[in-house]
């Protein structure tokens, strides 16, 4: 795998999704911030992998983003655990501070169509594994 | 009028209620199912149960046929995001959202939101306003506090008493739109001197309704 250029990613969310990508991206090189309500949330971050800042804090408010560096950054990912957070956090990222690629995580398949409408990329991990597991059903059944 | 409600607690009951008396047509979104069976033994109003953010939720509550969408729970993001699926996937032209930070007020309206208002910033600057000087009355603001218009009585310490409008040289963006005087209206002109006792509607925009105030009343505010 080709190694990107050392980019400023601002991950959102502390959680199992958002610390293993702090702790991945930090650990390839990049610049990580981090952003979670609750401060007891970055004891995820491991100490050997992760060498980015940590900002306590809630991402729908401006000047948590603000303190972030927002506007220095080239990625933002909103993984927290609701999704609306996370679309939110993004749509300030792109359209108030031209942040270049944002995307967010989400759970409800049945807004993966209102993330397209407003520009903002979206991973489901339900309809992902919904349809590896069906393809999955398939081919073990050999149909 | 259809009007579609998202939210919950008191407020939601008696701004229905409002919305009611007006004759509007009134439908409830709220995610817990007490409530929903409260408000619609309470009122006359269409309740559906469930996440407003859900688009499926929404299309029950027949989004498609609001003229108004007003999303008021406590958490900023879910107001945006049902204020936007309204508009985009249920075609909805007005769309109103409660915001905490008041910060999120020009952010919503930046993407896409009819109009956000912060009652955190509506709160502070009604006790600004009333904690002035009891010759200040506050009458309304218009454009969501962009303009305030405000009733002064000028008293015998008034550092303007005698001077006509023309000399005391009031800032730019500030109006003395009329003269209360003995109780009859005066519309001012250059020319008109300022007395003891007289009461001025006066507009102003919040940058310098401090100073103009301060030039009329001679006093700090």
Known sequence: MTQAKNMYIIVIGCGRLGSFLANRLSNEGHSVVVIDVNSNAFDALTADQFSGFRVEGDATELAVLRQAKIDKADVVIGATHDENVNIMAAQIAKNRFNVSKVFVRILDPNKESFCKAIGVECVCPTSIAAEKMIADLYQASGS | ?221
Not at chain 2, 79 to 105: H, M, S, W, Y
């Open chain 2, 1 to 221: 009028m259809n009007t579609l409600i998202i939210g919950g607690g008191k407020i939601v009951y008696f701004l229905a209620k409002a919305f009611f008396s007006k004759g509007y047509n009134v439908t409830i979104i709220n995610r817990k199912k007490e409530e929903c069976s409260w408000l619609a033994r309470q009122l006359k109003a269409t309740v559906v149960f469930g996440n407003a953010t859900d688009p499926q939720v929404l299309k029950e509550a027949q989004a498609s046929s609001m003229d108004a969408v007003l999303a008021i729970t406590p958490n900023d993001e879910d107001n945006l995001i049902i204020c936007q699926l309204a508009k985009l996937n249920f075609g909805v032209q007005r769309t109103l959202a409660l915001v905490n930070d008041p910060d999120n007020e020009q952010v919503f309206q930046e993407l896409g939101v009819t109009t956000a208002f912060s009652t955190t910033r509506m709160i502070s600057s009604l006790i600004e306003q009333r904690t002035g000087l009891e010759e200040i009355v506050s009458l309304f603001s218009v454009g969501e506090g962009k303009v305030n218009v405000t009733e002064v009585a000028l008293t015998k310490n008034s550092p303007v008493l005698g001077q006509s409008l023309m000399e005391i040289n009031l800032p730019a963006n500030c109006l003395i739109a009329c003269i209360l005087r003995d109780g009859d209206p005066v519309i001012p002109r250059g020319g008109t001197t300022l007395c003891a006792g007289d009461r001025l509607v006066l507009i102003t925009l919040p940058e310098n309704h401090g100073p103009v105030l301060k030039m009329l009343t001679g006093s700090n505010i």
